[in-house]
């Protein structure tokens, strides 16, 4: 149970039953075998992993988990991230336009709230904190994070 919002790599398929959230994802069709899954992306993924409240509630544990191991230092957050996130550290154009992109949410006059938001988030300013979570948000769209190449 205390495993519930690990990712899976491997789930059981019924051919009987299709798992909805799969859609999204432009899974196969699980009533055909298949050797080799088709390359795809669809409009539908992005939009999912930019709206559903279950990413932003994985996204406020990532940015509370970066700022328990950094603090409010806004470079030393997204090299975090990025480590945590991709497996490795930003390139210098990444770091710079992460950086930069984490500021200018923090400055913005729209603050997404956030709602029952882990502790280690309080340590920073509601428009810190909300902005650390966009950026955590965003890292899920990015392509490394998506597939494995």
Known sequence: PRQHTRRGVYFVSLRTYRFSLFDVFDAPNNGVSTAVRDVSTVAPQSLWLMNNPRVWVQAQHLAARVVRDTGDNPQALVLKLWRIALGRSPSTNELTEAVALFE?????????PLENAPPELASLTAERASALVTLSAAIFNHNEFLFID
Do not use: C, E, G, N
């Not at 200018?104 to 997404?112: D, E, F, I, M, W």
């Open 104 to 112: 200018q949410l923090a400055k913005s006059p729209t603050v997404r």
